[in-house]
């Protein structure tokens, strides 16, 4: 009887393991990256607001907004413009500056179009009109704000502020949603780079041509690669967890047996898809293609960044079908809803239902040459 060490499973599987731990660019993209988007987007997100707003201020006459101007804002001289800047600390919702500009109709509009200004204000006869684009987000805030300001200028913050009560829970900010979606990513990112374009290199450099003249079973072989690619996702989704908890204080409020489950029928989801993406193509272009035809979409899809439910909502069920959006959502409820093996286990029989009908697909038509 054959020893583990001496069966071919185990040396393809010993081989790929130092394969993927030698190249700089798996570890990078594997480990190093999504650390990085989660630091990136998570400082943003959970940081003291600032928000800073360019005003367009169309007037022919000293008006009722002048008058206010001059009383409440710091007059500047820059760029040979008189600027006045109107400065409203806020403790809770976070600072406001707004930064008005005495201009004509023609050079507002100019402004407008460049994105230098988010907004212009007509005053005339004491009558505000604002003027914007209503679907620009950044527009629609410096308009509320701006408004309100204007038609209660001597209220300070705190008496503004009083009534609202900021929710600090754990589960509820923007960092408790992107990091599940971030690991959900790297999960699918990982294996359809690290099992599909691997898999799609090697036939098109004739190397799995030598391999078949060997005695090797097409089950071992993708079974080795498909095992080392789990096993580096654990360990990458160990260390962004370790560090979104140690800098954002993420934590698991769900069933960690459950999310262990989840996980690993997410990982054999897309190592069947990567199995499926792989069996016939021999050019790295054409194999490139097809990856990023499967990412991109179910990236911007499957709410990873973002929630999907800003989609239409005839959309919002096909998208629910997505492998990514079941291991997002999944990962998130657990993360932060406290879900436990109810929860999880339809998610996770379709996941692993899909991964393996993919991978007996894929294997049946893979070929080495």
Request: charged letters at 15%.
């Amino acid at each position: 009887m054959k020893s583990i060490k001496n069966s071919q499973l185990y040396q393809l599987t010993y081989t790929f393991f130092l394969e993927t731990i030698r190249e700089p660019a798996v570890l990078f993209w594997g480990i190093v990256f999504p650390v990085l988007i989660s630091i990136g987007l998570g400082l943003a997100f959970t940081q003291k607001s600032e928000f800073k707003f360019n005003v367009m201020v169309v007037q022919e006459n000293r008006t009722e907004l002048d008058s206010l101007l001059n009383i409440y804002a710091k007059r500047n001289h820059k760029k040979g413009k008189d600027i006045f800047t109107w400065r409203i600390e806020d403790k809770i919702t976070g600072n406001t500056e707004f930064n008005f500009y005495n201009s004509d109709w023609k050079s507002a509009i100019i402004s407008l179009k460049r994105g230098e200004s988010d907004l212009i204000v007509a005053d005339s006869a004491g009558l505000v009109k604002y003027h914007f684009d209503p679907n620009n987000s950044q527009a629609q805030l410096a308009y509320m704000r701006l408004s309100a300001l204007i038609k209660f200028p001597s209220s300070n913050s705190d008496s503004v502020t009083d009534q609202i009560k900021p929710l600090t829970l754990k589960g509820v900010r923007y960092i408790d949603f992107l990091v599940p979606g971030i690991l959900s990513l790297g999960i699918m990112s990982s294996i359809l780079w690290g099992i599909s374009y691997s898999i799609i290199e090697r036939r098109s450099q004739k190397l799995l041509r030598r391999m078949v003249a060997t005695p090797m079973k097409k089950s071992n072989f993708l079974i080795a690669m498909m095992f080392v690619r789990i096993l580096m996702n654990v360990v990458e989704a160990l260390i962004l967890f370790l560090f979104a908890w140690v800098v954002f204080g993420i934590t698991i409020q769900g069933n960690i047996g459950a999310l262990i489950v989840l996980f690993f029928a997410g990982n054999i989801a897309f190592t069947g898809l990567a199995v499926l993406i792989s069996t016939r193509t021999a050019k790295t272009e054409v194999g490139t293609g097809w990856i990023n035809a499967v990412q991109m979409p179910t990236m911007i899809l499957s709410g990873i960044f973002f929630s999907y439910h800003n989609f239409p909502e005839w959309s919002i069920k096909i998208i629910k079908l997505l492998p990514l959006t079941a291991l997002a959502d999944g990962i998130r409820s657990i993360f932060n809803e406290g879900a436990g093996w109810v929860e999880i286990i339809t998610p996770s029989i379709a996941l692993s239902g899909f991964g393996i009908v993919c991978f007996f697909i894929g294997l049946r038509v893979f070929k080495w040459f």
